[in-house]
């Protein structure tokens, strides 16, 4: 038993460290801000994960639980002074508050989980396509209010003034910790119910396996996970608008998912780290010359196409890293082949 459970934590704690040495490496060779932008990406695509890698459906407005953290954790983390000058008319129990970073954090999580909550009483009823264009109207709904919500968000503009705190350590500590979290939720009774959903939605019903439920629990977890990413980007840009959370930052999350394997915590974390050594690597040709602007999106999009032909279930095929397996000793045809004398000992075939 202990065995098997070693065997099970070695994919998570193999892609921590696997990540820890690229990001150690990378930084090493003047790329903090890249390898810090990567990680903020670990956050996001891992909490994505959560639920499409377990359930089977697609979201396209995950992205909004991202904008409600970073925009919560922000505005409890600017300054009281700044606070009054930028959002003069913010409600009377926001403008006051001084919680700290890490109250913020677990305020921004607890609040999203409860919207995700609510919301997901309705969208987790759907599935297939209408699910996927349900929670895509969630992005739009979500995006429209923080941009018109000129008294809690400034509006259309951008909101300034945020204490820029995320750096690589916090970065790393906080996608080790959503890895984590991820695990521990697929390895969990609920995280299983949900995965026979995936794979065969009648069987399971048949079984007794409410489908809403499991898919419920997931997408509070993942809408948490969203928003800790949410916190990691507002406090590493220092400045955040409603743009900042738009189908272009969506679409790239997905992008990564589906590159590394949208069935495979490992492959989530591979999608990240291959989709931007990509982009580094196209951005530097954009720069040399080599390709016109805009040029680096399409090799980008191409290279998902190619994904998608070649490797369907992603770069990592939907598997996780495993132990090597023991070789079985073999076992004597005889009982009592012990007993044999010297230079008589059977042998298997």
Known sequence: MAARRFGAAFAPAATIVALGIVSFLAAGLGQKDTV???LINVVLVVGLWIFVGNSGILSFGHIAFMAIGAY???ILTIPVTTRDFLLPELPGILSGADPGAAAALLIAIAVTAAFAFLVGLALMRMSGIGAGIATLSLLVIVTNVLSSWSALTGGGGTLTGIPVTTDVTTAFITAAGAIVVAFLFRSSPTGRRLRA???????????????????????????????????????????????SFSFQTTFLVIAMLVVGGSYSLAGAVLGVVAVTALTEAMQHLESAGVLGAGGSTGVLAAAVILVLIWRPRG????????LPARRPRPKALEAGVADLPAGHEQTAP
Request: net charge positive; charged share 15%; glycine share 8%.
């Open 72 to 74: 919560l954790a922000s």
């Open 36 to 38: 810090t932008a990567m």
């Open 197 to 243: 959903t995936r794979e065969d939605l009648v069987a399971a019903r048949a079984l007794g396996v409410r489908h809403v439920p499991v898919r419920l629990a997931a997408f509070v977890v993942s809408a948490a996970v969203m928003a800790a990413g949410g916190w990691l980007y507002a406090h590493y840009l220092g400045s955040i608008s409603a743009e």
């Open 315 to 322: 770069l990592s095929q939907g598997r996780e890293p495993r």
